[in-house]
Nanobody, 125 residues
Framework: QVQLVESGGGLVQAGGSVRLSCEVS????????TAWFRQAAGKEREFVAV???????AYADFVKGRFTISRDNTKNTIDLQMNSLEPEDSAIYYC???????????????????WGRGTQVTVSS
């Protein structure tokens, strides 16, 4: 049973930083594609960032160089460092993982079978 647990959310002022972490257990983490998505109130879940087993990264356009995704295969964790946060970044952030994600589909939440419960990030203006 694959389990993902996010941590690190909270309340931060605009312009501030937050580091999210996701611990993955019960699967073959080293072969997984791992990603962060977010969902704001009243909106659909959207892609934020992804990293795969070859450490190929991709980011949503709105990131604009502010976020960095990283993974540690020794600890089975995926981190998301978020800097220069804006109120529009307020959302529940979810990590996702799967071993069968094809490169062209990695931004699609439907490509992932395993999800964490999410962690809330609130950015105040």
């Amino acid at each position: 049973q694959v389990q993902l647990v996010e941590s690190g959310g909270g309340l931060v002022q605009a312009g501030g930083s937050v580091r999210l972490s996701c611990e993955v257990s019960g699967g073959t983490f080293s072969r997984s594609t791992t990603a962060w998505f977010r969902q704001a109130a009243g909106k659909e879940r959207e892609f934020v960032a992804v990293t795969d087993r070859y450490r190929r990264h991709a980011y949503a356009d709105f990131v604009k160089g502010r976020f960095t995704i990283s993974r540690d295969n020794t600890k089975n964790t995926i981190d998301l460092q978020m800097n220069s946060l804006e109120p529009e970044d307020s959302a529940i952030y979810y990590c996702a993982a799967d071993t069968n994600v094809i490169l062209s589909n990695r931004r699609n939440p439907a490509a992932y079978d395993y999800w964490g419960r999410g962690t809330q990030v609130t950015v105040s203006s």
